[in-house]
């Protein structure tokens, strides 16, 4: 997965955060999930707090939104 594919421009002076969309399947929710060690993505569904997280690597996919089950 190249995580420079997805870099939110955000205002002056301030960091590109890396994310993922994630459609939480255990509450029927959508969050995004974020990329803070640059090693991988880490975060939580926002209504039960169910933990992910997804490693980046070599040999990955493009895609930039997933279904969490």
């Known amino acids: 997965?190249?995580?420079?594919?997805?870099?939110?421009?955000?205002?002056?002076?301030?960091?590109?955060?890396?994310?993922?969309?994630?459609?939480?399947?255990?509450?029927?929710?959508?969050?995004?999930?974020?990329?803070?060690?640059?090693k991988q993505y880490e975060g939580k569904c926002p209504r039960c707090l169910r933990g992910l997280t997804i490693k980046v690597g070599s040999g990955g996919v493009n895609d930039r939104f997933f279904v969490a089950s």
């Open 1 to 38: 997965m190249d995580i420079l594919d997805n870099e939110l421009q955000v205002g002056v002076g301030q960091r590109k955060k890396s994310f993922l969309g994630i459609f939480f399947a255990c509450c029927n929710v959508y969050g995004r999930i974020y990329n803070h060690s640059g």
